[in-house]
């Protein structure tokens, strides 16, 4: 049999043990995980907002220079026209001279 000093302290051993049966220890390593976690998402959020905002800038960009190009391409046109006007114009009010032959000049080029 025991004595009461050696029940006293097994029971004082296993209530310090049951304690520790209660607190478990923390997990540090997928706390760790976690944090690093939620960092690399809000980074990743943020690059992925900025580049959005940039494609965003680039494709308005690339919409302006578009219209542009057009509208160059229309005046191109428009001139062209109008300076084929002008030679029959000349060549009705000169008598006449060179009507067998056709106006040649350069073709407008294609803008795709």
């Not at 029940?7 to 310090?16: N, V």
């Not at 990743?44 to 542009?68: C, G, T």
């Amino acid at each position: 049999m025991r004595s009461e000093e050696e029940q006293t302290a097994g029971a004082a051993s296993l209530g310090r043990h049951r304690m520790v049966a209660m607190h478990p220890r923390r997990p540090w390593t997928l706390i760790a995980a976690a944090l690093l976690l939620a960092v690399l998402s809000v980074v990743l959020w943020m690059k992925w907002r900025e580049s959005r905002l940039r494609s965003d800038q680039l494709q308005a960009e690339l919409r302006q220079v578009y219209a542009e190009a057009e509208s160059l391409r229309t005046q191109a046109i428009r001139a062209q026209q109008r300076v084929t006007q002008l030679e029959r114009d000349f060549r009705s009010l000169s008598g006449g001279e060179g009507t067998s032959k056709p106006a040649v000049g350069p073709k407008p080029r294609q803008v795709r």
